[in-house]
Nanobody, 121 residues
């Protein structure tokens, strides 16, 4: 069983930055691809970023490319999402995920409970 616990969300002004963290339990973290999704009010959940277990393969949604950075620390069983130049459209609940296999060809099989990110003008 895998448990994912996100933290680091909050209220930030447009143009600001936040760093999300996701602490994972379970011995498979270091061999699992991890990712972040988000869901804005009234919208479907969407992909944000993903990282392979080695960190050698990284994918971003076009909407966050150049502003967000995903990284991981396998020694700490933690994956991060550094978010810079935040804008109002980034307001959403952000979810940490574990992928069932390699990215980008497989889907997530575990989800965290989510952390709210609110960007104000």
């Amino acid at each position: 069983q895998v448990q994912l616990v996100e933290s680091g969300g909050g209220l930030v002004q447009a143009g600001g930055s936040l760093r999300l963290s996701c602490a994972a339990s379970g011995r498979t973290f270091s061999s699992s691809a991890m990712g972040w999704f988000r869901q804005a009010p009234g919208k479907e959940r969407e992909f944000v970023a993903a990282i392979s277990w080695t960190g050698g393969s990284i994918y971003y949604a076009d909407s966050v490319k150049g502003r967000f950075t995903i990284s991981r620390d396998n020694a700490k069983n933690t994956v991060y999402l550094q978010m810079n130049s935040l804008n109002l459209e980034d307001t959403a609940v952000y979810y940490c995920t574990r992928y069932r296999g390699q990215i980008p060809t497989t889907a997530p099989d575990y989800w965290g409970q989510g952390t709210q990110v609110t960007v104000s003008s």
